[in-house]
């Protein structure tokens, strides 16, 4: 295999998704888009040594958050492995990848936008081997399309060769017999000193006064250098973020790739149509999940639960095995023991809830006093009666009962029964 430099292209503004944040900090199941190649690259760090970001409009809150992502450790670069630089003036690919030149370390580049956050890990792979295999100048990624694609065609010589990416399809020109077309994705791959011999003679476009980096693979075949392509099965993996409507059909594709994996691991998945569920969150076998359920990063289920409909497990929450989480619950900050049963309406906020305990329908732990969020307690085998309210920070003693509608303002003892507003004790043993 080669050794790469990686030039992730970010400076753009993203004018058609109307937001005022740069495009590369477009939110995507409520990460950045630049997190996933980030992300894809990090799990090829064998082969890509270097990660140089181009970075324009808002440049600085670019770099502050891939810096921030650095820090959470999802994506395993070090910070010396990354650096930054700016393209002053937004004058387009080519010439966001020449402000890239005096940083590059390596013989051979690796291209990619910050804008297509589908691409895999495996399809990035073969990509590499291809280039290296064919001891390649320039490589293309491309897939198949339908012709309602906005993406740059690929233009083939009688020989079949490469020979240039046409940007403005004139679709009345097409064979209308052939139902795909062979598009750019925008990841390239180029030998440093030949794509650096030839991109000055890249033309400035004359309406969009930019310099485009597709042009130079009509320039390299003039002068008579052979251009690879690599092409990918998913046109989905190619697939790049321009409008809010491209949002939404990525979160769609990722929400599958999820919800697939979890499948084929074991996890029966009522509605995956209806079910939302981050990538970083572990679930075990045998575990059902109903339609509406909504789990947030890091969470982690164990075997044979139960959980939904209409659910929402918040941030790194853990809940042991055979569980049983119902209708309408919120949960968040918390760790939920073995065959615990809270079935209906209720909200656990900053509990730890011990094995076979009995939540009733309706219960809140009230865990915010206006200042800071506290702490409960549920004991092993605790039964808290329905409509019951836990005032944090509290303690439900081993085996203690709380009645229905009580409002628990004060540790509970073990095997103890407390009842009423506020709630005393009506016996102990």
Do not use: W
Request: aromatic fraction near 10%; glycine fraction near 6%.
């Amino acid at each position: 295999m080669i050794t790469l430099s990686g030039v992730i292209l970010a400076a753009g503004k993203g004018k058609r998704l109307n937001t005022p944040s740069p495009k590369a900090l477009t939110l995507l199941q409520g990460r950045p888009l630049i997190y996933y190649i980030l992300k894809q690259l990090s799990s090829l760090r064998r082969y890509i040594k270097q990660i140089i970001i181009v970075i324009g409009y808002k440049g600085d809150v670019v770099k502050k958050e891939v810096e921030k992502i650095l820090k959470e450790k999802e994506v395993y670069f070090d910070k010396n492995d990354i650096c930054f630089v700016y393209q002053e003036k937004l004058l387009g690919t080519a010439d966001a990848l020449k402000c890239a030149k005096p940083k590059i370390k390596y013989e051979n580049i690796f291209v990619a936008c910050a804008d297509t956050p589908l691409i895999t890990k495996p399809t990035l792979f073969n990509f590499f081997s291809y280039y290296a295999k064919n001891n390649a100048i320039c490589c293309l990624l491309t897939a198949k399309a339908n012709k309602l694609t906005d993406l740059g065609q690929i233009i083939r010589d009688d020989d079949d060769c490469v020979m240039a990416i046409k940007e403005k399809i004139d679709r009345s020109q097409l064979d209308m017999r052939e139902k795909l077309i062979e598009v750019n994705s925008g990841f390239y791959l180029f030998n440093r000193d030949v794509l650096f011999s030839n991109i000055d003679k890249i033309p400035l476009h004359p309406q969009k006064k930019e310099y485009f980096l597709t042009d130079i693979v009509e320039i390299f075949y003039k002068e008579g250098f052979k251009i690879f392509s690599y092409v990918t099965d998913d046109y989905n993996e190619i697939f790049g973020i321009n409008t809010q409507f491209d949002l939404l059909y990525a979160e769609k594709i990722l929400r599958e790739r999820i919800l697939n994996d979890l499948i084929l691991k074991g996890v029966k998945i009522l509605d995956p149509q209806t079910t939302f569920i981050d990538k970083t969150a572990r679930i075990g076998k045998n575990t059902i999940i109903y339609p509406f359920t909504f789990i947030e990063k890091n969470v982690i289920i164990g075997n044979s639960c139960v959980v939904g409909p209409f659910i929402h497990l918040r941030q790194n929450i853990r809940i042991a095995d055979n569980t049983y989480l119902g209708n309408f619950v919120e949960i968040v900050r918390s760790k939920i023991g073995k065959n615990v049963k809270c079935k209906h309406f209720s909200y656990l906020g900053d509990v730890t809830v011990k094995d076979n305990v009995n939540i009733g329908a309706g219960t809140v732990v009230a865990n915010f006093d206006g200042k800071k969020k506290n702490k409960t307690l549920i004991g092993k085998g605790a039964f808290i009666g329905s409509d019951t309210i836990l005032v944090a920070p509290i303690i439900v003693g081993k085996g203690a009962i709380t009645g229905a509608g009580s409002v628990v303002t004060k540790n509970v003892k073990a095997k103890t029964v407390v009842v009423g507003v506020p709630a005393k004790i009506l016996r102990k043993g």
